[in-house]
């Protein structure tokens, strides 16, 4: 069993920044891949980056890339969401995930085996 705690979100001004934040605990936490997910009532649950166990592996969306930087700390058991030149469509639930099973991270929420509550990104412009 896995647990994740999410935190970091919260109100910004449109190109503005935040840092979200993903405590692991519980067995083997540190072995798991990470994906950070975005959920909106109009558009869904959406990937928006991935992080292999031993972070030599990242993974954006397009609409992400260049913008936030996905990294993480294993002697914490932390994993980070950097998200600068934040856009009013950023505005979200942001949750993050764990998964074992796979190589490699994948995009697929479905593959993800623990999640976390969310927290909340909102950007206004």
């Known amino acids: 069993q896995v647990q994740l705690v999410e935190s970091g979100g919260g109100l910004v001004q449109a190109g503005g920044s935040l840092r979200l934040s993903c405590a692991a605990s519980g067995r083997t936490s540190s072995r798991h891949h990470i994906g950070w997910f975005r959920q909106t009532p109009v558009k869904g649950r959406d990937f928006v980056a991935a992080i292999s166990w031993n972070g030599g592996n990242t993974y954006y969306a397009d609409s992400v890339k260049g913008r936030f930087t996905i990294s993480r700390d294993n002697a914490k058991n932390t994993v980070y969401l950097q998200m600068n030149s934040l856009k009013p469509e950023d505005t979200a639930i942001y949750s993050c995930?764990?998964?074992?099973?796979?190589?490699?991270?994948?995009?697929?929420?479905?593959?993800?085996?623990?999640w976390g509550q969310g927290t909340q990104v909102t950007v206004s412009s």
């Open positions: 995930a764990a998964e074992l099973f796979h190589l490699s991270p994948t995009v697929v929420a479905a593959d993800y085996n623990y």
